[in-house]
């Protein structure tokens, strides 16, 4: 009896030792507790400054896009690629010029083996006055095959050959657009309407129709299989 009272006395001293110690432990976390200041006690922090943006384009940036020209800008832009297609207005002086027109024929004097004429022009006029009459031509070249060389002036329709003179020695009509002024004779007519225009040539053949005056000649040549007139000239001698 007096052991088993002395083993409760016994019990109830560690049970009271393992508490006391217990609220030991605990005390020292409830004081941390405390210490420790609350989350939203903390001052705020004030956030980093950002770094300052170096000059120039990093490797990774994305360009913007271009801004598109407005739609005036284009306009401007195309009627200047227009205008440099677009040809002169006053290409050249006369009544042809250099831009193409044809020049206008006028036959004041139709050919007669007395007087032979082509275009109503004489054989040996000066080259200034054939400018004045039809305008610059739409291009000119020499002919230096011959021992004389030939300045040419091409009207497109026609052709005039100048000598070293600057005299008239050729023409050559080359359309049918216009009139050479062999009495309503031109390029493409059937070759029987000649001999009723010019008369009797001086040479023929189922080629060409030979017409010779004084210090010239006309010559008329003829598509054998057609039998129409495709070339007529008119040169000195």
Known sequence: MKRKKAFIGFLSVVICLAALAAGCQSKPVAVESQKQPSVQEQPPVSPAPAPEAESGTPDNAVPAPATPLPSNE????????????????????????????????????????????LLGLTLKTNASAIVNKFGKPKNEFVMDEDSDPMTVYDYGDFLIGFNAKQELHFIDVRSSDVDPGLNGLKLGDPAADIGKALGKPTASS????????????????????????????????
Do not use: C, H
């Open 74 to 117: 284009k306009v401007s832009l195309a009627s200047a690629e227009d205008k440099t297609e677009q040809p002169s207005a006053n290409p050249g002086s006369g009544n042809n010029g250099a831009a193409g027109t044809k020049p206008k024929i006028e036959i004041e004097r139709p050919y007669t083996q007395a007087k032979p004429t």
């Open 206 to 237: 189922n080629y060409v129709m030979t017409y010779k005056a004084s210090g010239a000649t006309l010559k008329l040549d003829i598509d054998p299989k057609t039998q129409k007139i495709n070339s007529i000239k008119l040169f000195a001698e």
